[in-house]
Structures are given as C-alpha cells and as structure tokens.
C-alpha cells in the first residue's frame, strides 16, 4: 500500500457507471474501494483497478443497511487508512407507468437511492471531518429534475431528494473541508437502461434499437453518454481543481434537460 495515495469509496462499483468510475478513481492515482452488494462483481473490478498500478479491495455491501454501510467505510480506512473521496453510485430503478407503482416499489427504490446515499453521506462526512477534509460525490439523475423520460415517478423523487440533500450537505459541511457534489447523469447506456430498453421494446413490440432511438432522438448531441462520461465529472469533482466547488448538481446529458 501506499500510504500517500488518496482513498476513493465507490458503491455499485461492480457494473456500470460505478466500474467506469472506480477505473477512472484509479487511472486518477487513487487507492479504490469497490464496493457492490454483488461480491464477484465488486471483485471483478477491483481486480480491474489493480490494473492501474493501484491498491483495491471488494466490499459486499448493501447500501440500504446502515450497519452494512458503517462496516463498509470502516473496512475502507482500516485497509486503506484515510477515506478522501466517496462516490455515492449505488442505485436501483424499473421501467414502470405511474399507476402500476407499488408501495413496494417505493421503498426498494427509496432504500436504497435515498436513504442509502444519505447514510453513505453521512459515514463518510463522519471519517473526513476527523480527517481535516474530503470530497463527496452523488450520483443523482435529470430524472430529479423533472425529465419527462425517466423510468418512473418513485424514481424521479428519490433523485430529486438526492440533489437536495446535497445542497444541504454542502453547506453544513464546508466548514470542515468537505465538498459535496452531484452529477445528473442523461441517458447512459448501462446494465440498468438496457433492462429498461428490453422492457419497453417488449411492451411495445418494436426492436430494442428503437427504443434507444426515441430515447435519444431528443439530445441535441444526438447520442446517449457513456458510463466514462459521468465517471470524468466524477474525477474532476474530485479533484483539487474543483476545491473550491460546492453543492452544485451538474447535469451530463448531452444537452437534453435544462439545469
């Protein structure tokens, strides 16, 4: 290990806009926690990051267990010895109308993209003020601010609570030399968008390119964002460039939803 290597925690690393993330935390010179409530996934990247010259670890965690949540940040600095950067990735969602939403739904996707991040936050903070500083990244979505596409309602408010709570965080937290941040991510081709695209191509009886096609026929860049799209906002909200950058949400999306 070493020891003057800044540590970043990533959840959902295991597939996705969180393994693009945790690769580019690495590629950046950071130690990397990687952790995922799918263990061989989480293990997967780690091996992944290791690549980049780096230490990794794989945690299983569910994000929605605040003891799971406390266990995975102290696993992180006991291996690592610092905690400096947290991206809070982790997140859960179904292609789903208004009405057909259950209260079940509800709590699946608010466990997790809400109180998670919140949880995930809040352990965090509690390492990086002892520590003197550190830098938080949420991971939210335009489905908080209002677009009309997002895969469904309970989603779209457990986003949009993510993107305020940051700018709370960000200003009860400055004090102690944190900054907190999120980034709205547009269409972005992952495992949880292709389910969505299958669902709906089957729904709808057409072919899955279709379906991508209306998606983002509307972005005025005319293309869907890659997982590596978000993960370099991510780098650089972590960076010292963006030290003086605080409770902002940027949206990465291509144009498609105003800020």
Same mark, same amino acid.
């Given at each position: 290990? $070493?020891a003057?290597?800044?540590?970043?925690l990533? +959840?959902?690393a295991?597939?996705?806009?969180?393994?693009?993330?945790? +690769?580019a935390?690495?590629? /950046?010179?950071? $130690?990397?926690?990687?952790?995922?409530?799918?263990?061989?996934?989480a293990?997967t990247?780690?091996?992944?990051?290791?690549q980049?010259g780096?230490?990794?670890?794989?945690?299983?965690?569910?994000?929605?267990d605040?003891?799971?949540?406390?266990a995975?940040?102290d696993?992180t600095? =006991?291996? *690592?010895?610092?905690l400096?950067?947290?991206?809070?990735?982790?997140?859960?969602?179904?292609?789903?109308?208004?009405m057909e939403l259950?209260?079940?739904?509800?709590?699946?996707?608010h466990?997790? $993209?809400?109180k998670?991040?919140f949880?995930?936050?809040?352990?965090?903070?509690r390492?990086?003020?002892?520590?003197?500083g550190?830098r938080i990244?949420?991971?939210?979505s335009?489905?908080?601010?209002g *677009?009309?596409g +997002?895969?469904?309602?309970?989603?779209?408010a457990?986003?949009g609570?993510?993107?305020s709570?940051?700018?709370?965080?960000?200003?009860?937290?400055g004090?102690h030399g944190?900054?907190? $941040?999120s980034?709205?991510?547009?269409?972005?081709l992952t495992?949880?968008? =292709?389910g969505?695209?299958?669902?709906?191509?089957? =729904?709808?009886?057409?072919?899955?390119?279709?379906?991508?096609?209306?998606?983002t026929?509307?972005?005025?860049i005319?293309?869907a964002?890659?997982?590596?799209?978000i993960a370099?906002? /991510?780098?650089?909200l972590?960076?010292p460039?963006?030290?003086n950058?605080?409770?902002?949400?940027?949206n990465?999306d291509?144009?498609?939803?105003?800020?």
């Amino acid at each position: 290990m $070493n020891a003057q290597r800044e540590t970043a925690l990533v +959840t959902g690393a295991g597939s996705g806009i969180g393994r693009a993330v945790a +690769t580019a935390m690495a590629a /950046a010179g950071r $130690n990397v926690a990687c952790a995922d409530i799918d263990e061989g996934a989480a293990q997967t990247v780690a091996d992944m990051v290791r690549q980049h010259g780096v230490d990794a670890m794989a945690i299983e965690t569910d994000v929605g267990d605040v003891a799971a949540i406390n266990a995975m940040i102290d696993a992180t600095v =006991e291996q *690592f010895g610092s905690l400096d950067v947290i991206v809070n990735n982790a997140g859960v969602t179904r292609a789903a109308w208004i009405m057909e939403l259950t209260e079940e739904d509800w709590d699946w996707m608010h466990r997790v $993209n809400a109180k998670g991040v919140f949880f995930c936050l809040q352990g965090a903070a509690r390492q990086m003020i002892a520590q003197g500083g550190g830098r938080i990244v949420n991971i939210a979505s335009i489905a908080g601010r209002g *677009f009309a596409g +997002t895969s469904n309602a309970a989603y779209a408010a457990s986003k949009g609570a993510v993107i305020s709570m940051t700018k709370t965080a960000a200003q009860q937290l400055g004090g102690h030399g944190i900054t907190v $941040n999120s980034v709205c991510p547009g269409v972005t081709l992952t495992p949880i968008v =292709e389910g969505i695209v299958n669902t709906r191509a089957s =729904e709808r009886g057409v072919s899955r390119e279709e379906i991508i096609e209306v998606m983002t026929r509307d972005i005025p860049i005319r293309r869907a964002n890659d997982p590596e799209d978000i993960a370099a906002l /991510a780098v650089f909200l972590a960076s010292p460039g963006a030290r003086n950058i605080t409770g902002q949400c940027y949206n990465v999306d291509g144009g498609l939803v105003p800020s």
